[in-house]
């Protein structure tokens, strides 16, 4: 029985993803309208004692040790997919076939061919109103929404550089314990697809350009890691100990390439330079070996006009050039918390700021929103295709001495 009023919501995996989407599901209907009132009917994993652990923390209803059993009940609308890339294309597939909607964590999967049909799947379910989204949550930050916006209307002209990196330093410890983001047959990659396709999906969003070509190198500094214990975090604080047995790490540690995007007229909102325009470029980095840095998710944009910068660490802040505002300008910091800024409007009185758990709550609110207006919402699995094309570019220059690798 379908409530008109009720999206009810299966969620598969309750590990960092889960609590960040649980959050979301929670905390939007308290801080927005939506259309839809998300309920958070059942959370589904392997272990029976550790979900039903999980709904109990998380406000679940019910919890499943199978999602499959996600996909057969009735009472369920949606699939929130938070678990590793290697199990996405199979549950996708199989809850959009079954007529549920679906958000599926980043990458969109572990290799072209997964996504492709990923991507057929929900291009065959959106005539019958079952749509899809991927999980690329940095569209939702303010500041980044707030970007998009001023590219779009020409603020910056015509961009000519893309400049992005994502900088993390969790396995600087050549200890931390091998878990499955180490593990090419569950995560696909390393800092390249767990971290670099965000820096991909916002680079392509803000600028309205699809990468078309890159040249890139991998590096993986630490060959092999102790076997983890009882994995706590994302660094890994498990029992690991002296002696513990130690594995191979199948993935990169650090991921750096240059890019082109698309040339003539795009999303820039610039006077369109013609097919001979040259399109911008781009300077990528993904690391979880910066030390020091924390989560600076970066990007910078300089075009003929203007430029802009952002930094995650500085979350609610994006660093403005206007070439208009004469050669003593400089940058300027602006705090996106006003009420007419993305997103902002529905939290505090301005100057309070936000925090990562928002762009999950954003995130929740778009999908709900496009859903009950019977439209796709964005980033939709063939965006993120085109984000897994270009993971796959690098992989491949990489392999190829950086030789260029057209998407
Ligand atoms: C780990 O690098 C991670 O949790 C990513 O998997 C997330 O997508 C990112 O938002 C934060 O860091």
Same mark, same amino acid.
């Given at each position: 029985m379908t409530d008109p009023t009720s999206l009810r919501v299966g969620m598969v995996g309750y590990a960092f993803m889960g609590a960040a989407h649980s959050h979301a599901w929670r905390t939007a209907p308290r801080f927005f309208d939506l259309p839809l009132q998300p #309920?958070? *009917?059942a959370v589904a994993g392997r272990n029976q004692q550790s979900v039903r /652990?999980? =709904?109990?923390?998380?406000?679940? %209803?019910s919890a499943e040790t199978d999602w499959r059993a996600l996909i057969e009940r009735d009472d369920i609308d949606l699939i929130d997919i938070c678990t590793p890339g290697n199990t996405h294309a199979e549950i996708a597939i199989a809850a959009l076939e079954a007529g549920k909607h679906v958000l599926c964590e980043k990458p969109l999967a572990n290799s072209v061919e997964e996504a492709e049909r990923m991507a057929a799947a929900a291009d065959a =379910? +959106?005539?019958r109103g079952v749509y899809s989204m991927c999980g690329f949550s940095y569209r939702r930050t303010p500041a980044l929404a707030l970007a998009k916006r001023m590219v779009e209307a020409g603020r910056l002209g015509q961009i000519r550089h893309v400049r992005a990196q994502y900088l993390q330093d969790w396995l600087s410890d050549a200890d931390a314990p091998l878990t499955w983001r180490l593990d090419k047959s569950k995560s696909g990659s390393g800092s390249l697809g767990d971290i670099g396709a965000h820096s991909i999906d916002a680079a392509q969003w803000i600028t309205g350009r699809n990468i078309t070509g890159v040249s890139a190198l991998l590096e993986t500094f630490?060959? %092999?890691?102790?076997? =983890?214990?009882d994995f706590v975090g994302l660094g890994g604080t498990g +029992? *690991?100990?002296? /002696? =513990? %047995?130690?594995g191979p790490v199948t993935v990169d540690d650090a991921a750096i390439f240059s890019a082109r995007f698309e040339s003539g007229g795009s999303g820039d909102g610039s006077s369109d330079g013609g097919p001979s325009e040259a399109g911008p470029v781009g300077v990528f980095e993904a690391t979880r070996f910066a030390l020091g840095r924390k989560n600076a998710m970066r990007i910078e944009l300089n075009g003929t006009r203007g430029s802009l910068a952002f930094d995650f660490e500085d979350m609610n802040a994006l660093s403005v050039y206007d070439a208009a505002d004469g050669p003593d300008a400089g940058f300027r910091k602006i705090l996106v918390t006003e009420p007419g800024h993305p997103y902002t409007g529905n939290w505090w009185p301005t100057g309070h700021g936000l925090g990562y758990e928002h762009l999950f709550t954003h995130q929740v609110v778009d999908l709900v929103t496009a #859903? +009950? +207006?019977n439209r796709p919402p964005t980033p939709s699995f063939a965006d993120a295709l085109q984000v897994q094309k270009v993971l796959a570019a690098v992989e491949t220059s990489a392999e190829a001495d950086s030789r260029w690798q057209k998407v």
């Amino acid at each position: 029985m379908t409530d008109p009023t009720s999206l009810r919501v299966g969620m598969v995996g309750y590990a960092f993803m889960g609590a960040a989407h649980s959050h979301a599901w929670r905390t939007a209907p308290r801080f927005f309208d939506l259309p839809l009132q998300p #309920i958070l *009917t059942a959370v589904a994993g392997r272990n029976q004692q550790s979900v039903r /652990d999980a =709904a109990q923390k998380m406000g679940w %209803e019910s919890a499943e040790t199978d999602w499959r059993a996600l996909i057969e009940r009735d009472d369920i609308d949606l699939i929130d997919i938070c678990t590793p890339g290697n199990t996405h294309a199979e549950i996708a597939i199989a809850a959009l076939e079954a007529g549920k909607h679906v958000l599926c964590e980043k990458p969109l999967a572990n290799s072209v061919e997964e996504a492709e049909r990923m991507a057929a799947a929900a291009d065959a =379910a +959106a005539p019958r109103g079952v749509y899809s989204m991927c999980g690329f949550s940095y569209r939702r930050t303010p500041a980044l929404a707030l970007a998009k916006r001023m590219v779009e209307a020409g603020r910056l002209g015509q961009i000519r550089h893309v400049r992005a990196q994502y900088l993390q330093d969790w396995l600087s410890d050549a200890d931390a314990p091998l878990t499955w983001r180490l593990d090419k047959s569950k995560s696909g990659s390393g800092s390249l697809g767990d971290i670099g396709a965000h820096s991909i999906d916002a680079a392509q969003w803000i600028t309205g350009r699809n990468i078309t070509g890159v040249s890139a190198l991998l590096e993986t500094f630490v060959k %092999e890691r102790p076997v =983890a214990g009882d994995f706590v975090g994302l660094g890994g604080t498990g +029992a *690991t100990g002296e /002696d =513990a %047995e130690r594995g191979p790490v199948t993935v990169d540690d650090a991921a750096i390439f240059s890019a082109r995007f698309e040339s003539g007229g795009s999303g820039d909102g610039s006077s369109d330079g013609g097919p001979s325009e040259a399109g911008p470029v781009g300077v990528f980095e993904a690391t979880r070996f910066a030390l020091g840095r924390k989560n600076a998710m970066r990007i910078e944009l300089n075009g003929t006009r203007g430029s802009l910068a952002f930094d995650f660490e500085d979350m609610n802040a994006l660093s403005v050039y206007d070439a208009a505002d004469g050669p003593d300008a400089g940058f300027r910091k602006i705090l996106v918390t006003e009420p007419g800024h993305p997103y902002t409007g529905n939290w505090w009185p301005t100057g309070h700021g936000l925090g990562y758990e928002h762009l999950f709550t954003h995130q929740v609110v778009d999908l709900v929103t496009a #859903i +009950a +207006a019977n439209r796709p919402p964005t980033p939709s699995f063939a965006d993120a295709l085109q984000v897994q094309k270009v993971l796959a570019a690098v992989e491949t220059s990489a392999e190829a001495d950086s030789r260029w690798q057209k998407v």
